[in-house]
């Protein structure tokens, strides 16, 4: 039986470890796909991932329009989020609507890599309307999956199941999916916004409950595509015995090592560094904040130079605001600032910066057509 060394603790049997990708399976696949540069993608119609698959407010002419500007600057691929309670509300209605939509990405030349679960901004998700965005709060309507009423109660894991299953079950043999994201930051306890708390225990323990079970799931389908999730905290990557539980988790089960970082170019590349003792492929699936140095013109040529995929935070500016920094939780902003936190283009398609476009297309060296704009 495989192994694997929890940092901390004595190498112990490890049976989710049987279905891993070998790391020459891993960097195969990677060659043959090549370089992956993308975004993280949300309709600007919505403000969370409820809003942007409910039946009532999917809107499939608008993602038609916005992934036709990712495609003109050479993108080719996206990451996006789903949610459980999507799958509890119409199953087969929401198989529908993702396959509607990688209809639509792969029309525009994008693979998709889904997010199943997400533990970052608001930790109690209600179906039906969403709220309005809040004035120049940067992720105001920000959903978790699950929510705190689930996490906290390890009993309810396994109605989770059925959710992981379907969607996965459903395209894990479809091309048009690149990458399977299982858990977005799942020990963020959003503690300048939300401040989780409450949970009797740590949320970093019951999340990677919540993470085995779902690597448990998704390999016994297995599905063409590999898995990854990401660690995302300021930490020492490059020693194993400085590892959280958590992150050593994810970093010894994953087919693809993904991390996230919105620091400089210095700080990023110092994490790619650390994170080639993996001999595995490395996507980079959050970067890009303005104000700290994290920038297209700095950031990318770098992540090409190591051919680290990268997915940069945010690509319309709409409802969910993220041109505003994250302080805007604690400090009002009456108007939009004048550096952008995140995002690339407006509603209307007009670029942020014109001159980041053209380096975002130089990087991606695709032909390029005219972007269509919004009447």
Same mark, same amino acid.
């Given at each position: 039986m495989l192994t694997v060394k929890l940092s901390g603790s004595v190498t112990e049997p490890d049976p989710q470890l049987a279905g891993r990708w070998s790391a020459e399976r891993a960097n195969a696949w990677y060659e043959e796909h090549g370089w992956l540069a993308g975004c993280n993608y949300i309709p600007s119609s919505a403000i969370n991932q409820l809003e942007m698959w409910q039946p009532e407010t999917f809107d499939p002419v608008r993602i038609d329009m916005e992934l036709g500007w990712a495609e003109s600057l050479g993108f080719n691929t996206i990451r996006v989020f789903l949610h459980h309670l999507l799958w509890e509300q119409d199953p087969l209605g929401f198989l529908h609507r993702l396959d509607q939509f990688l209809a639509i990405a792969h029309r525009r030349q994008l693979g998709t890599m889904f997010v199943l679960f997400d533990a970052v901004w608001d930790p109690y998700p209600l179906l039906g309307k969403q709220p309005d *965005?809040?004035?120049g709060v940067h992720n105001s309507g920000w959903v978790q999956s699950p929510g705190f009423h689930i996490l906290k109660d390890t009993s309810k894991y396994d109605a989770l199941q059925g959710y992981v299953e379907g969607v996965v079950g459903r395209f894990g043999k479809d091309p048009r999916v690149v990458i399977w994201d299982l858990f977005n930051e799942p020990d963020n306890i959003n503690k300048t916004s939300y401040n989780d708390c409450g949970y009797g225990v740590e949320k970093a323990e019951l999340s990677m409950h919540l993470l085995k079970k779902t690597i448990t799931w998704v390999? &016994?389908?297995? *599905?063409i595509q590999p898995l990854t999730a990401a660690p995302w905290k300021d930490d020492d990557w490059s020693d194993h015995g400085q590892l959280s539980p958590l992150d050593n988790y994810m970093f010894t089960h994953s087919d693809v090592i993904s991390f996230h970082c919105y620091e400089n170019k210095a700080g990023i590349e110092s994490r790619i560094r650390a994170l080639k003792q993996f001999n595995r492929p490395i996507f980079c699936t959050e970067y890009m904040a303005r104000p700290f140095g994290s920038t297209f013109e700095e950031v990318m040529p770098l992540l090409k130079e190591h051919n680290v995929g990268c997915y940069n935070w945010g690509f319309v500016a709409g409802k969910t605001q993220t041109h505003y920094p994250w302080? !805007?939780? &604690?400090? !009002?902003?009456?108007?939009?600032?004048?550096l952008w936190f995140h995002d690339i283009f407006r509603e209307n398609g007009v670029a942020y910066d014109p001159k980041e476009v053209e380096v975002i297309r130089e990087l991606t060296r695709k032909e390029v057509r005219a972007y269509q704009k919004v009447a």
């Open positions: *965005p809040k004035p390999r &016994a389908l297995n *599905p302080d !805007s939780w &604690a400090n !009002s902003y009456a108007t939009e600032p004048e």
